[in-house]
């Protein structure tokens, strides 16, 4: 079955691909970072595009094995690794990577085509299957699936995950519900009876994603379950932080973000707007003006080592929309390493 996985995601098709390598602009001998491996979209065009050297990094069994076929077809190229943002140092160790030694890196945050295709995964909505969601694919056995996240936590944690990690409008009622079928010996095993019940809180309701197209009322739930298992936004966080001490100087960062979340942290990474190396949950606006006296205290505050190479995110054109919908949402941001 994983050979039959594999081979069905050959072709697959990378999002923001011409901007990626114009941003990233691999150089001959140079040594990159694929930081979201995925269906391997990037890291094939990235190798075609010079004789680069490539590590590639995926949390995900299947992607793994995938990079490992890349790895065959461009010999002394590519090391694959398995594992999360936040297991890098310790995988770079082994093979004398050390800090300011990268020239480039890329990240593609969410799902990869793989996870929400493959229903057994419990990733998409409309490919019924067991509420797993794990990215690692069950390698961490400590790690909850979504089934047991909604089996046993509180009415006020799935509010909260529902609410913060989905921006889920109807959170509160969800959870109320969830719990309600909990207490009638009903623990919710599937994405169908999950989509089932978050369509029960809002039967009336028709939601139209950024295209205008219908789109699941279940869609918010399914992402803020998601992010929880896989503590997403927590290793989005690490990664970026990884990206400044792995990084050389004039190293270039391009990170491709699908929704707010992600890529709020990505912009206050790259502005400095940052509090013990985490993004800071405030906008500045919010701030007490009367702590800052001056400019220079200021600035002190908002020390980056980043300079950002295009003064807005990219976005897919409607082109490309139309050939792939899943690239609707995404943004990108580019960045130079200067300190």
């Not at 990378?14 to 970072?33: D, G, H, K, M």
């Not at 030694?101 to 299957?129: A, H, P, T």
């Not at 789109?215 to 990884?242: D, H, P």
């Not at 200021?298 to 990219?314: A, G, M, R, S």
């Amino acid at each position: 079955m994983l050979k039959t996985q594999l081979r069905r995601y050959k072709e697959h098709t990378p999002v923001l691909l011409e901007e990626t390598l114009s941003y990233l602009n691999p150089t001959e001998n140079e040594l990159y970072i694929d930081m979201t491996f995925g269906a391997g979209g990037h890291s094939r065009k990235i190798l075609e595009s010079s004789k680069c050297k490539l590590i590639t990094l995926d949390r995900d069994p299947i992607a793994y094995e995938k990079a490992k076929e890349l790895a065959e077809e461009f010999p002394n190229r590519v090391t694959p690794l398995l594992g999360k943002f936040s297991e890098l140092p310790a995988l770079l160790k082994p093979l004398g990577v050390s800090q300011n030694s990268i020239d480039g890196m890329l990240f593609d945050f969410g799902c990869s085509s793989m996870q929400f295709d493959i229903g057994e995964r419990g990733f998409s909505i409309s490919k019924n299957g067991y509420l797993d969601m794990r990215m690692d694919a069950g390698r961490d056995p400590n790690q909850l699936t979504a089934r047991e996240v909604l089996a046993s936590a509180t009415e006020q944690e799935l509010y909260k995950i529902f609410k913060i990690y989905g921006e889920e409008k109807k959170a509160a009622k969800i959870a109320q519900t969830i719990i309600q079928a909990r207490y009638m010996c009903k623990n919710i095993d599937t994405t169908k009876e999950l989509v089932d019940l978050v369509n029960s809180v809002c039967p009336d309701e028709v939601r139209l994603d950024k295209l205008q197209r219908p789109q699941s009322n279940a869609t918010k739930v399914f992402q803020a379950l998601r992010i929880f298992v896989n503590n997403e936004l927590n290793e989005i966080n690490y990664g970026m932080i990884l990206a400044k001490y792995y990084m050389k100087i004039h190293g270039r960062l391009v990170t491709i973000s699908f929704h707010s979340l992600e890529d709020t942290i990505v912009k206050r990474h790259i502005a400095g707007n940052l509090v013990n190396e985490m993004a800071n949950p405030l906008p500045l606006k919010y701030v007490n003006p009367s702590l800052v006296q001056d400019q220079d205290t200021i600035n002190e505050f908002l020390i980056t080592p980043w300079q950002q190479l295009n003064k807005h995110v990219d976005m897919p054109t409607q082109e490309e929309i139309e050939m792939n919908p899943r690239s609707r949402s995404a943004r990108l941001r580019a960045a130079i390493k200067i300190k």
